[in-house]
């Protein structure tokens, strides 16, 4: 498929499933795969397609526009190690938020079934995505988040449901930090479920099939 001008260099992978076997496209879960600072695109695929529940599984893979120090591709600024350009994260999460009602026109997704798969940095405007624009999405899974931002007014996420991996030995994120994201979004409302993991800030097997797990029992449109 070739892929249209959405602002975004991405990649879209439609669903293994084929139409006939697709009767109704409310039916398909989309992945916003969103990867950490140095990633592409390309980079997530293999862990969407572990993470998919059905064959009628799309995944949307976009590359961050920000790169940092002229070559790390990310989805927004950051000052330094955990200090995040406000002005900057405002901007690039609307234009990703925008990004994704638009491919959803040019690939014929449905916006009610979005999922967002974001690791660090991908994490972390995912999470932005739910406090600013939270419309975008239906659930997200989140390895390695942060607290991006503390919005204004809190929105409405009770139709949101969040699957946070954590680290238990990770040197970036710290614990608190960690359940300072749960706490914020359990008041907006969403149903939160954290998972905590034996490692560092890198992605282990048994947290991606809790991950799996979760998406099969939670998410899967009826």
């Known amino acids: 498929m070739s892929r249209p001008d959405l602002g975004f260099i991405h990649r879209f992978v439609p669903p293994s499933a084929t139409r006939k076997e697709v ?3 409310r ?3 989309t992945l916003l795969l969103l990867h950490g600072t ?9 862990l969407g397609q572990a993470l998919a529940p059905t064959s009628a599984t799309a995944i949307l893979s976009p590359r961050g526009k920000v790169l940092e120090n002229g070559v790390a591709p990310r989805f927004f600024k950051r000052l330094e190690e955990g200090v995040f350009d406000m002005q900057d994260l405002k901007f690039r999460t609307h234009e990703l938020a925008d990004f994704v009602e638009a491919a959803s026109k040019a690939y014929g997704f449905d916006l009610k079934h979005i999922v967002a798969v974001g690791y660090s940095n991908g994490a972390n405007i995912a999470t932005s995505i739910m406090l600013l624009r939270p419309k975008t999405l239906s ?9 991006p931002l503390v919005p204004d007014m809190t929105p409405d996420l009770s139709d949101v449901n969040v699957f946070i991996s954590a680290g238990l030995h990770d040197r970036i994120v710290a614990r608190k930090e960690t359940e300072q994201l749960v706490n914020l979004l359990s008041k907006a409302g969403a ?11 890198e992605l282990g097997r048994e947290e991606i099939v809790a ?8 998410i899967t449109p009826q």
């Open 38 to 46: 140095g990633g592409n695109e390309d980079d997530m695929i293999p």
């Open 23 to 25: 009767k109704d496209k």
């Open 211 to 218: 991950a799996k797990d979760w998406l099969a029992t939670n």
């Open 191 to 201: 149903k939160v479920v954290l998972h905590w993991h034996e490692g560092g800030h």
């Open 139 to 147: 659930a997200a899974i989140l390895f390695r988040p942060m607290v």
């Open 27 to 29: 039916q398909i879960i």
